[in-house]
């Protein structure tokens, strides 16, 4: 990989008071990957994609998205450089139909002001009719077409998991942020949710997902990196994760991720 | 064109109305109140309903308006036109001052601190001296005739109830226009899901002073077109009171929905001169029983029920 990286991380570091949770991770993503992160429970992953999506600022290090600095700033100015996020627990807008759930996922590309909005301008009339055609365009590539004018709390978990990818699309980011993506899915619906997530990369955007479940991540990722204790242990391949030894250390006896750990303790 | 039609209908079909009513003074007095009682809600509707927030100080807004037109016209000399800009701007920077400290607050909080600064401007109201006219307030002043094109002319009777229904009408229209909007669409986001509106890019702080300015000012407006209805401003016509009947109009009619807020409007401000004369004194008990019925069984409103009828009934297979 010789272009630049989309985002760099470098020597990323959170304290909570005593505690490291993240503890000098460098590591990069790159337009159009699918980067994985795991590690074992309380080894720094959930916190790691926190400092990025800006929930909360790093002690020490930085974070460059597109050559600059985006560690400090605020969640929704991390989405407006254009870093959207999925929630682990969906966190759908309850009172608002689907299409405005996905609109909203657009905001940072509507530009009118409010008296342009109010005096209906040429300008944000086509503003608003793209948002709609992008909307509604996404709602169809994730699948929701058919229930498009279902109130939102009624869609099943996992249509509520892919409205939030729609959401997410939206902001046409240039890194999507999956947090346990696949966590309370049913196998066919992790399933088309991974073909989602090579489609996403396919349109040059690039991945990082936090997962738990390696059933779904290693066929999935390009690269992985693995955490522990707040310290990047490994970064490569899937296949080069599963035989590293350091990484089978960690996963030994882990009881949420026997698939992985047995698969790595047997190479 | 055809998008202005329904509101150029609206407004003939109110300035009707003013001029039928121009000889029945006491009706067209209520007609002019109705009128900005809906503006109020429609406002309230957006901060409360759309937006979601708690926020109490709306009709000291109103008050605000009203005193200051008054005040800056009457006591300062001012011309007319420039004392409504420099009351519309009053309510403007006490909004954002107001905001940016109670945008912080959410909820519960958010509800005490603006309902505080309600009270605290009954208190100035009160203790204004000459310049508020303290617990008097300020009477015996008229509408200052206007100059246009070099002829002075007052607007009264039905020109200035027509008056009036621009102004409810252009606050609709602002309102209606903002909510069908990527900014309505952020209102309700945070109302819904602040987490998620601020990692969609919505700007959550920012949002919130936004909607609290521009509700505050467009009460404050309507409070101007207040002073000239009456021609007296005093402290118990903006009791703290006045905004838990917007509260009501707004929950009774519907929330989050403009439609909502005009049939709760109409109907709380007509409902104790239907019941009064029926069961005197005891309206405010039947007033409180229908609040409780309809907040434990239909929250989403009058107009949810509509929806509810429209969409078993009507229109066949939609």
């Not at chain 2, 204004?128 to 009777?157: H, K, M, Q, W």
């Amino acid at each position: 990989m010789s272009a630049p990286p989309l985002l760099s991380a470098r020597g990323l570091t959170k304290r909570f008071g005593g505690l490291v949770a993240v503890d000098g991770v460098d590591f990069d993503v790159f337009a159009g990957e699918i980067l994985g992160l795991i590690g074992p429970n309380g080894a720094g992953k959930t916190t790691t994609f926190n400092l990025i999506a800006g929930a909360f600022a790093p002690t020490s290090g930085t974070l460059d998205f597109e050559g600059k600095p985006i560690h400090g700033l605020g969640p929704h100015e991390v989405a407006g450089r254009g870093i959207m996020r999925t929630f682990q627990h969906n966190m759908p807008f309850a009172g608002m139909s689907l299409i405005d759930n996905v609109l909203v996922g657009c905001h940072r590309r509507m530009q009118s002001g409010l008296a342009a909005l109010v005096m209906g301008s040429r300008r944000a009339a086509a503003e608003e009719e793209k948002a709609r055609r992008r909307a509604a365009e996404l709602i169809g590539f994730v699948g929701l077409g058919d229930v498009a004018d279902t109130p939102v709390v009624n869609l099943s978990f996992g249509q509520g998991r892919l409205l939030e990818v729609a959401r997410g699309l939206a902001g046409e980011p240039r890194l999507m942020l999956f947090d346990e993506p696949a966590a309370g899915l049913t196998p066919a619906e992790a399933e088309r949710l991974s073909d989602i997530i090579r489609g996403i990369a396919k349109r040059g955007i690039a991945v990082l997902l936090i997962e738990h479940d390696m059933r779904f991540l290693l066929p999935l990722a390009e690269r992985v990196i693995v955490l522990n204790f707040g310290r990047k242990i490994a970064d490569g391949t899937p296949d080069a994760i599963r035989r590293d030894p350091a990484v089978v250390e960690a996963y030994l006896g882990e009881a949420s991720t026997i698939g992985a750990g047995e698969e790595a303790a047997r190479a | 064109m055809t998008r202005a039609a329904p509101w150029l209908a609206a407004a003939a079909a109110m300035i009707a109305v003013a001029f039928l009513l121009k000889d029945f003074g006491y009706y067209s007095d209520q007609y002019r109140k109705l009128m900005l009682w809906v503006a109020l809600a429609l406002g309230f509707n957006f901060l409360f309903g759309i937006a979601g927030q708690v926020a109490f100080s709306h009709f000291a807004f109103y008050g605000i308006g009203a005193y200051a037109v008054v005040i800056l016209t009457f006591k300062a000399g001012l011309p007319l036109g420039v004392a409504v800009v420099l009351g519309l701007a009053l309510c403007a920077v006490l909004a954002i001052a107001v905001g940016i400290a109670a945008t912080r607050l959410e909820g519960f909080y958010l509800a005490l601190a603006t309902m505080a600064f309600a009270q605290l401007f009954l208190v100035v109201l009160t203790e204004g001296g000459a310049v508020t006219g303290g617990a008097g307030g300020i009477a015996n002043y008229r509408l200052p005739a206007l100059e246009l094109g070099g002829r002075r002319f007052t607007l009264t009777g039905p020109y200035y109830t027509s008056l009036i229904a621009l102004v409810l009408l252009a606050t609709f229209f602002v309102f209606w226009r903002l909510d069908r909007s990527y900014f309505g669409r952020a209102c309700r986001a945070i109302r819904d899901n602040p987490e998620a509106a601020a990692a969609m890019g919505v700007d959550v702080a920012r949002t919130k002073i936004v909607v609290f300015t521009v509700t505050s000012v467009l009460a404050g407006a309507a409070g101007m077109a207040y002073a000239f209805v009456d021609n007296i401003v005093n402290p118990p016509v903006f009791g703290l009171e006045n905004v838990f009947l917007l509260l009501f109009m707004v929950i009774i009619g519907g929330s989050g929905r403009h439609a909502g807020a005009v049939v709760g409007a109409i109907l709380l401000y007509m409902l104790p001169y239907v019941l009064t004369p029926l069961i005197g004194h005891h309206q405010a008990l039947v007033f409180g029983i229908v609040m409780v019925a309809a907040m434990l069984f239909r929250p989403d409103g009058l107009v949810g029920v509509y929806d509810r009828l429209r969409a078993r009934y009507g229109r066949g297979a939609a």
